[in-house]
């Protein structure tokens, strides 16, 4: 059966590899043009390899954020390649190693056959961005959402990271997301803590659990389940949840994410 006139041809192939400790590595490649990204680059050697396994060369590296475990593969990658361009968060600008294009919010990247939307995802570092292909139903949200969480809040405010993840979570339904680390099961443990009475956490954990006695990723995710299971994309419409981090009646989303976030910084599940 031939695909709906209604749905766009994808134009990406991802491919998704371990690296260092927890990270994941992605490549995005275009095969018509033969561009290939790197989202994130934690270890230049390890995506040198899955790269030359592939034949793929890398033509663009796009940074979500100045963390190391990001940033530490660029010079490497960029001296290795040929006019590699590297893109990055335009706030975070003077901390991205090898940097040629400085984006924020709104703007748009072209890549291959489609583009990338640009979208604010502050919080965990101020400047973070994610990377939207709307072609392709997919996301690249580095540390900023992850299955069944979200990243520390080192650099932001509480109303900068809710912000954030609210544009992320008005991303429709299908959209899959890719997140940067294998934190699902510790998130899962959190997340039934503060949510008990939901059912549907309670089948995706167990789904989890399986996995990873697998040893299998649980990520990407898909952003619909995401909506009905992550704690922190609930903070308004869960009473469970903040019932359970102690907010009190008519307490802001805001302030309610701040005592979610603060209650998985000090959980011991």
């Not at 790269?51 to 793929?56: A, Y």
């Not at 392709?136 to 580095?142: I, R, W």
């Not at 429709?172 to 549907?200: I, L, M, R, W």
Request: proline letters at 5%; a negative charge.
């Amino acid at each position: 059966m031939s695909a709906s006139n209604n749905q766009p041809t994808p134009s990406i192939t991802v491919a998704q590899f371990p690296c260092l400790g927890d990270n994941y590595g992605y490549l995005i490649h275009d095969e018509a043009t033969g561009e290939t990204a790197a989202i994130d680059t934690p270890c230049g050697a390890t995506y040198q390899r899955e790269l030359d396994k592939r034949g793929w060369k890398l033509t663009h590296i796009f940074n979500t954020h100045h963390h190391g475990d990001h940033t530490d593969g660029n010079l490497p990658l960029k001296e290795a390649g040929e006019n590699v361009q590297i893109y990055g968060p335009i706030d975070e600008k003077d901390k991205i190693p090898g940097i040629d294009v400085a984006v924020g919010a709104g703007d748009v990247v072209s890549f291959g056959r489609g583009e990338a939307t640009i979208m604010d995802a502050g919080g965990h570092t101020h400047g973070h961005i994610a990377y939207y292909f709307p072609k392709d139903d997919k996301a690249f949200v580095g540390d900023a959402l992850f299955a069944l969480g979200c990243g520390r809040m080192f650099e932001g405010t509480p109303k900068q990271f809710w912000g954030a993840l609210e544009g992320l979570r008005a991303l429709p339904d299908e959209t899959t997301v890719y997140c940067a680390h294998e934190y699902t099961e510790s998130n899962a443990k959190f997340a039934v803590s503060v949510e008990p009475g939901n059912t549907q956490l309670q089948s995706r954990v167990k789904e989890i659990l399986e996995k990873r006695a697998k040893g299998e990723p649980t990520v990407p995710s898909n952003l619909g389940v995401e909506k009905r299971t992550n704690p922190f994309l609930r903070v308004d419409v869960s009473e469970e949840i903040r019932r359970n981090v102690g907010a009190k009646e008519g307490e802001s989303s805001v302030s309610v994410f701040a005592k979610v976030r603060l209650a998985k910084d000090t959980f011991r599940g």
